[in-house]
């Protein structure tokens, strides 16, 4: 089965600084990743996707990472403030393109 | 706005009872899903529908059923063959299945009295 795993520490870190949060997956790699933001109590909100033969994709203060080799995502928040404080989570697309599997998600704190 | 709206909110589930969660979209999308997720975990697919009045089970679909009747319409129902059935459960919906993202509703937790 294709699995993808998440960090299940929560990441707690000063405001300012950058957020890294790691996703790793088995197998073979998806051809895209998704990342999405949990608040508690709430469904998750999609924030980027990265296709396979993209090394790195930005959006504002947000950068995601996709290595092949290493078999991992990363997902980056530069200038982290306390309301990027959420859940963090990774999903794979199936080949088929039609289902996510998602990994256990990051809780990320920052403080002020 | 367009969006995905769920209910209820909160549920509450009697032994041996069946009951039904909502979930309705107005995005027009195709394709819709149901989750469970527990505490400190991911998401787990229970069902999924690509078109009307058809769909396809998902890891975790013991004990559960679904209807897609309406292209807005995807309601769970769990019933009472669903042995723990606390958990907070998320509907989405996408709007075809290219490698879109998906569209969450805010879910419904349930519990069992």
């Known amino acids: 089965s294709q699995k993808i795993e998440q960090n299940s520490e929560a990441l707690n870190i000063q405001e300012g600084k950058t957020a890294t949060l790691t996703c790793n997956y088995t197998?073979?790699?998806?051809?895209?990743l998704q990342w999405y933001r949990q608040d508690p109590g709430r469904g998750p909100v999609f924030l980027l996707l990265?296709?396979?033969?993209?090394k790195e994709k930005r959006k504002e203060r947000l950068k995601v990472t996709f290595d092949t080799t290493l078999k991992q995502s990363l997902f980056h928040i530069t200038a982290s403030q306390p309301a990027d404080s959420a859940t963090y989570l990774c999903?794979?697309?199936?080949?088929?393109?039609?289902?996510?599997?998602f990994g256990g998600g990051t809780r990320l704190m920052v403080k002020p | 706005d367009g969006g995905i709206t769920q209910s209820p909110k909160y549920l509450f589930r009697k032994e041996g009872q069946n009951v039904t969660l909502s979930c309705e979209q107005n995005?027009?999308?195709?394709?819709m899903y149901w989750y469970r997720q527990d505490p400190g975990q991911g998401l787990r697919l229970i069902y999924y529908?690509?078109?009307?009045?058809?769909?396809q089970k998902g890891d975790i679909a013991e004990g559960y059923s679904v209807s897609r009747e309406k292209k807005e319409s995807f309601p769970l129902t769990v019933t009472s063959a669903q042995k723990n059935p606390t958990a907070f459960y998320l509907c989405?919906?996408?709007?075809?299945?290219?490698?879109?993202?998906?569209?969450f509703g805010d879910g419904t937790r349930l519990s069992i009295l």
């Open positions: 999903a794979r697309v199936n080949n088929a393109g039609n289902m996510l599997t």
């Open positions: 197998n073979y790699s998806p051809a895209y």
């Open positions: 990265i296709r396979e033969n993209e």
């Open positions: 995005l027009n999308h195709d394709a």
């Open positions: 529908s690509q078109i009307v009045n058809d769909f």
């Open positions: 989405a919906s996408v709007r075809d299945t290219s490698n879109q993202p998906q569209h």
